[in-house]
């Protein structure tokens, strides 16, 4: 069966890094898109990144220039390169997979979740 499963959070100051991997099996990877979001305390769960089938990257405004997605598709990963974190950045990333249906169609929104992983950056 399909799964996600979310590493590489942790704890870390402003100004650090980190990098999240989202480990993905049991579907035809990178058939199509994928994405990370991310759900502070009290807040709705927010787009953070996305990567299209062809490569093509989106980034929300807060994390442009900061973070960067990408996707290693001989390892079935899935990483988020987060760099210059800032405080409003806690977070639990989530990774998120478009997968293609039985007929061979993406149905352009996530339909996979993973479990989440807790990045908590301190002043």
């Known amino acids: 069966q399909v799964q996600l499963v979310e590493s590489g959070g942790g704890s870390v100051q402003a100004g650090g890094s980190l990098k999240l991997s989202c480990a993905a099996s049991?579907?035809?990877?990178?058939?199509?898109?994928m994405g990370w979001y991310r759900q502070a305390p009290g807040k709705e769960r927010e787009l953070v990144s996305t990567?299209?089938?062809?490569?093509?990257?989106n980034y929300a405004d807060s994390v442009k220039g900061r973070f960067t997605i990408s996707q290693d598709n001989a390892k079935n990963t899935l990483s988020l390169q987060m760099n210059s974190l800032k405080t409003e950045d806690t977070a639990v990333y989530y990774c998120?997979?478009?997968?293609?249906?039985?007929?061979?169609?993406?149905?352009?929104?996530?339909?996979?979740w993973g479990q989440g992983t807790q990045v908590t950056v301190s002043s």
């Open positions: 990567i299209s089938s062809d490569g093509t990257t």
């Open positions: 049991g579907y035809r990877f990178s058939s199509c898109g």
């Open positions: 998120a997979a478009d997968v293609l249906t039985p007929g061979g169609f993406c149905l352009y929104q996530y339909n996979y």
